[in-house]
C-alpha cells in the first residue's frame, strides 16, 4: 500500500517534523501504513514496530500505546485539514471561486494522502475519548468553515440551499469518501479528481457554472 509520507501531508507535525526522532517519526509512518490495511484492532504493537524496524519494547520509548499513535495521527491530520479549509475559505475571490478551490483541494488532499485518510476518517471509534473530543472538535470546525462559506454563498444570492448545515457535511462527505476508494489504479489524478469535484459541488449547491 503506498502513501504520500507523512512529512509531505504534515510538515508542521506537533514539536515540528524536524525536531521529531526519527524513530519516532518511522513509527507514525509504520502506523498509518498498519492502521489503513488491517484496522486499528487488528493492528499489534509488533506489526507497528517491524514495519518501522524495530522492536515492540522501542515503540514504547516513544509512544505509550498503539492508540496513542493513533490519537497523534487523528489530530494531526484533522489539523492539517482544517487549515487547508481555513486558508480556502478566507482566499480572495466570490464565494463560488473560494468553494471551488476548497473542494478542489480538500479532495485532491484526499486522494493524494488516501492511507491517512482512511486511518483519520474510519478509525474514530478507536480512539480513546479524550483524543475524540479533540478530534471531534476539529470536525466541528472544519464543518462550521465550509458552513459559512455556503451561508455566505446563500445570502450573496449565488448559492441555492435549503439547509447549510446538510450541504455543508455532503461536501466534505465526498471529499472524505475519495481515501476510500483511490488507489494508484484510479483513472483520474487526485488534482483531475479535485477540479470535477469542485465542479459538481457547486452545481449542488445551485451555483451557475
Do not use: C
Not at 22 to 36: D, G, H, K
Not at 43 to 54: H, K, N, P, S
Not at 177 to 203: A, F, I, K, Q
Amino acid at each position: 500500500m503506498t502513501s504520500t509520507p507523512i512529512a509531505d501531508l504534515w510538515p508542521s507535525l506537533p514539536g515540528g517534523s524536524d525536531a521529531r526522532p526519527e524513530a519516532a517519526y518511522r513509527l507514525l509512518q509504520a502506523a498509518v501504513e498498519s492502521f489503513a490495511e488491517r484496522g486499528f484492532h487488528a493492528t499489534t504493537t509488533r506489526d507497528i514496530a517491524t514495519a518501522a524496524g524495530m522492536s515492540p519494547a522501542a515503540l514504547y520509548i516513544h509512544y505509550q500505546s498503539k492508540a496513542a499513535l493513533l490519537a497523534e495521527i487523528s489530530q494531526a491530520g484533522h489539523a492539517a485539514t482544517l487549515a487547508l479549509v481555513r486558508e480556502a475559505a478566507a482566499g480572495e475571490g466570490e464565494p463560488v471561486a473560494r468553494m471551488r478551490r476548497l473542494v478542489e483541494e480538500f479532495t485532491t488532499w484526499h486522494a493524494r494522502g488516501r492511507t491517512v485518510g482512511r486511518v483519520v476518517n474510519y478509525e474514530l471509534h478507536a480512539l480513546p475519548e479524550d483524543a475524540y473530543a479533540v478530534v471531534a472538535a476539529l470536525r466541528l470546525d472544519i464543518e462550521r468553515e465550509v458552513s459559512a462559506l455556503i451561508e455566505e454563498g446563500v445570502t450573496a444570492g449565488v448559492f441555492d440551499v435549503s439547509e447549510v448545515r446538510t450541504a455543508a457535511r455532503a461536501v466534505t462527505s465526498l471529499g472524505i469518501d475519495v481515501s476510500r476508494w483511490y488507489t494508484d489504479r484510479s483513472t483520474e489524478t487526485p488534482e483531475e479528481l479535485g477540479r470535477r469535484y469542485g465542479e459538481l459541488v457547486l452545481r449542488m449547491l445551485g451555483a451557475r457554472v
